[in-house]
């Protein structure tokens, strides 16, 4: 049995990957994003922090935005492979998360890895995190999100079959939900329009940007939304004043903690936010214990195996 606020092994996968209804949960987060938003990417510390301090008290469902039907829609918008790759540098610089800056041969769609998304969320939607997180990384690792050997990585990372996975991409119902998210997306909740330089256009209007979240008490159904990225205490004040009653776990003990939990890579900002210690003092605890995927100016840590 765990005592109180004591974390047990992949903890962390399990409650992030509480997709379907959780009658334990007080409040269901609905987290508007794109495996290819760098935004999204640099609020993932945030998102696991949140885990930590809650756990099963949130519910997690996981929308796709879709940022690029194709990879002209990207060109279209001006944004070339360079303009990609400056503004990648700018966004890891300040966010600290792993990100290979270099630039790429082509801008890429984001349309095939959200369908996997979605997909996923239908048919396993215990794996529909997992996958999101790997197509995160491989995407920020320097991978094109379009090509099918990106996906199917991304799939195998996350316990799913490539070949179910690509069966399920066919189906009707996919496509319909897939529709059905880019369609929520682009209607913003009408909260979430007082802070319009957190939507982004498109030719109907407006939408969310990535990530935002829309936060329901279940209790009684009030909803608060969260357009665009926002500091941690934006996030951490909405879902304190939803549910006072529940109690926040403390922080961390160690950093080998954290690893433990998450049951999976982290980048040393995530444990930093989640530890809440300075990046430097993350980054040399993490060296003592855990091994190393370099990626751009910093890396994925893991436990050694055993």
Not at 85 to 101: L, S, V, Y
Not at 147 to 173: C, I, K, N, S, Y
Not at 275 to 296: N, S
Request: glycine share 6%.
């Amino acid at each position: 049995m765990t005592a109180p606020g004591q974390a047990t092994v992949g903890e962390g996968v399990r409650a992030e990957r509480q997709i379907a209804e959780d009658p334990g949960a007080a409040v269901s987060i609905t987290t508007f994003t794109d495996p290819g938003c760098p935004w999204a990417w640099s609020a993932e510390p945030f998102r696991l922090r949140l885990a930590w301090l809650y756990g099963a008290a949130i519910e997690w469902d996981l929308r796709m935005v879709v940022l690029a039907e194709r990879p002209q829609d990207y060109i279209d918008r001006g944004l070339t492979p360079e303009l990609m790759a400056d503004g990648a540098a700018a966004i890891a610089r300040e966010h600290r998360m792993p990100i290979d800056t270099r630039m790429r041969a082509r801008v890429s769609a984001t349309l095939p890895a959200c369908r996997a998304v979605v997909a996923t969320r239908l048919r396993a939607p215990g794996r529909a995190q997992a996958l999101l997180r790997a197509l995160q990384i491989r995407n920020f690792a320097g991978a094109l999100l379009d090509e099918p050997r990106t996906v199917e990585a991304a799939a195998r990372a996350a316990g799913l079959d490539p070949r179910e996975l690509f069966q399920w991409e066919r189906e009707p119902a996919v496509r319909d939900a897939l529709e059905e998210d880019m369609r929520l997306a682009r209607r913003p909740h009408p909260a979430a329009c007082v802070l319009d330089h957190k939507l982004a256009n498109w030719s109907g209007g407006r939408r969310y940007t990535c990530p935002s979240y829309e936060v329901v008490r279940r209790a009684d159904g009030v909803r608060i939304a969260i357009p665009g990225f926002q500091p941690f205490a934006t996030y951490d004040v909405v879902t304190a004043n939803l549910v006072p009653a529940v109690d926040r776990r403390p922080p961390p003990a160690s950093v080998e903690e954290v690893l433990r939990w998450a049951g999976e890579p982290l980048a040393t900002q995530e444990v930093a936010v989640v530890c809440d210690i300075p990046f430097e003092e993350a980054r040399a605890d993490l060296g003592r214990v855990a091994l190393e995927q370099h990626v751009g100016s910093d890396g994925l840590w893991s436990l050694p195996a055993g």
